[in-house]
């Protein structure tokens, strides 16, 4: 079946470090890749995605690539705020007759600090 | 574009009771609704995708009988727990979809039994 695996957290950072957040997959196709984010007491958010391989998804200085070699889609910004300070999360669609399942991995919480 | 609400966002009910946790998509008419649930730092479990008019389809390992959804209207789902069990506490996560790949998710609904 499909599956998502991100890297161990949580992840701490200094504001203007470099972020970057591993995912790699399992799937049979080409499912669409996407990354979530979910802020404190709210729900998950679209942040990015990437529909084929070698896409790349961003948004808001984050960017992710659709590596299908590697099996990857791990996201990176240049330089983190402490308003990034959230939980992120790595998911694939595949298709199951007329609609789109999405599997998650686990989730990591990054922290920014001043 | 694309708000999703759930109601309540928290609530406390005894063993043996049911609660019913509401799903709404405010602003455009979503064909497909999905339930996941979410323990605590861990990933989002699909629980089953519902289709407006239709019965919902379940997820492997999900007692159908436990969790009732009714998806009555293109902005309305509800997921009923019923005869609730303290193992049943957990967060649950609605989203709607009204295009294939893409969803949008609710804020979320903590459930606690006591």
């Known amino acids: 079946g499909n599956s998502v695996t991100q890297m161990e957290g949580p992840v701490t950072l200094s504001e203007e470090a470099f972020l970057t957040i591993n995912c790699t997959y399992t799937?049979?196709?080409?499912?669409?890749l996407f990354w979530y984010v979910q802020y404190p007491g709210e729900g998950l958010q679209l942040l990015l995605k990437?529909?084929?391989?070698?896409d790349k998804g961003s948004n808001k200085g984050f960017e992710a690539t659709y590596r299908k070699e590697t099996t990857s889609f791990h996201l990176e910004k240049g330089s983190v705020q402490v308003s990034d300070s959230a939980v992120y999360f790595c998911a694939l669609s595949s298709f199951t007759g007329a609609n789109s399942k999405l599997t998650f991995g686990k989730g990591i919480t990054l922290s920014v600090r001043p | 574009g694309a708000v999703v609400s759930q109601h309540p966002s928290w609530v406390i009910c005894k063993s043996g009771t049911s609660v019913k946790i509401e799903c709404r998509s405010l602003d455009f008419q979503a064909t497909t609704m999905f339930w996941y649930r979410q323990f605590p730092k861990q990933s989002l479990m699909l629980m089953a995708t519902?289709?407006?008019?239709?019965?919902?389809?379940?997820e492997q390992g999900v007692e159908k009988d436990k969790f009732l959804i009714n998806h009555a209207s293109l902005t309305l789902s509800t997921l009923t727990v019923t005869s609730a069990h303290p193992e049943d506490s957990s967060f649950y996560i609605c989203s709607a979809s009204r295009v294939v790949i893409e969803q949008y998710f609710g804020p979320g609904t903590r459930l606690t039994v006591t």
């Open positions: 990437a529909t084929k391989a070698d």
């Open positions: 519902s289709n407006e008019g239709s019965k919902a389809t379940y």
């Open positions: 799937a049979t196709g080409y499912p669409s």
